[in-house]
């Protein structure tokens, strides 16, 4: 019997590969911001419509050395979103500062932008908003918010690479964005992360941050990490930053037979498309609110058939025992992250999903 799993990861040809790596055996620069880094940069500055950008060995460390660079006050708070995956708050207890949890909306289920401002508090100091399944936050509306109490805006687009608003990057909104490399990823590096920024002085403190807070060869000016991409990463990037815009409407073409199939039935709810917005298909999450089967009864019913989807996000992070434990957070206060948290299911979603492996889900789903 065929295995579908959730996710596949996408790659270049065997000697597209090769060929761009080639020149490391010339040069034995693996490392340390070497051509290949430089090179995925600038294609990066291109695409993304950023010009701050920098590379990181992952998704994660992107996301907390960006954060560390703001130079936030510990045990400051910062407002956030416990529909996402634990590196998000992760990043945040990480650096030191107290995440405080928003509920989400329940049409695309990112941040609930209506419920920020009364989170707020003299200790807040940043909003750390997730872009979810590909589908993006109301950066307008959290933008007026930052601008009128004096905030900064960071967002976990790890989903949303390639997405646009109005034709404009994802990228570009708030004061940082970070987009994971993993090979999970509609875009991947292997392992990787990417982070834009706004700011050109933060991200001259970032290049520093992500090398152990070098400042020269002999100088170190913080405390720090090492989160450098490495020379293989960069040129997958490069490889598959050519194929991008045909992986994603190869998805498409995947996400559109789903909702032409799933659609208008009764207990299955599905995310609308946003306006304005450029999709990337990076997952296709179905919520099982009411059907006749619950989301564990169908993912069982999946698997016995070898297809494997994968309840995300699940459990929120609010209710890590992590974070009970230390913080005492309660879900209560996230009644509608809860729900969607306890009725998802991501079905398989990958470029190089057929038609018929598409209606084989639908087909067990349905009947």
């Known amino acids: 019997m065929k295995k ?3 996710t596949r990861s996408s790659m270049p040809s065997y000697e597209e590969y090769c060929e761009e790596i080639k020149s490391l055996w010339d040069s034995r620069w693996l490392s340390n911001r070497g051509a290949k ?3 995925f940069e600038e294609k990066l500055q291109g695409y993304l419509g950023a010009e701050n950008i920098a590379l990181f060995a992952n998704g994660h460390v992107a996301l907390e050395v960006a954060i560390d660079a703001f130079g936030f006050k510990k045990g400051s708070e910062v407002i956030t979103t416990p529909y996402t995956h634990c590196s998000t708050t992760h990043a945040i ?3 030191g500062l107290i995440p405080v949890f928003c509920d989400i909306n329940d049409r695309d289920y990112t941040i609930d932008a209506d419920k920020i401002e009364d989170l707020i508090t003299d200790k807040t ?5 997730t872009h979810v399944y590909g589908y993006v936050c109301d950066v307008k509306k959290i933008q007026e918010i930052a601008d009128k109490h004096g905030l900064k805006v960071i967002y976990d687009a790890a989903h949303a690479f390639g997405v646009t608003i109005d034709g404009v990057g994802v990228g570009t909104f708030g004061d940082a964005a970070m987009f994971s490399c993993h090979a999970t990823k509609v875009f991947h590096t292997i392992e ?3 982070t834009t920024f706004k700011n050109k002085e933060i991200y001259s403190k970032v290049d520093q941050l992500t090398n152990f807070g070098f400042t020269s060869h002999e100088s170190v000016a913080y405390v720090s990490t090492n989160a450098r991409m ?6 997958m990037g490069l490889c598959n930053l050519r194929h991008i815009d045909d992986e994603i409407a190869k998805r498409e073409e995947a996400a559109k037979r ?9 207990g299955i709810k599905l995310i609308a498309p946003q306006e304005g917005v450029r999709q990337n298909y990076s997952y296709f999450p179905v919520f099982f609110d009411g059907y006749k089967l619950n989301r564990n009864e169908i993912q069982a019913k999946l698997a ?3 297809v494997f989807a994968r309840k995300y996000f699940y459990p929120l992070t609010n209710e890590l025992e992590c974070y009970a434990q230390d913080y005492g957070f309660s879900v209560a206060s996230t009644p509608i992250a809860k729900h969607a948290a306890e009725t998802v299911l991501t079905l398989p979603m990958y470029a190089d999903l057929t038609i018929e492996d598409v209606d084989l889900i639908c087909d067990i789903i349905l009947s």
């Open 230 to 235: 490495n020379e293989y990463e960069a040129a």
């Open 192 to 194: 990787g992360g990417i």
């Open 125 to 129: 100091v940043a909003i750390v908003a």
């Open 93 to 95: 207890a990480r650096n």
């Open 37 to 39: 880094h430089r090179e």
């Open 4 to 6: 579908i799993n959730v």
């Open 258 to 266: 789903y909702v032409e199939r799933l659609s208008g039935v009764e």
């Open 304 to 306: 016995e058939s070898q």
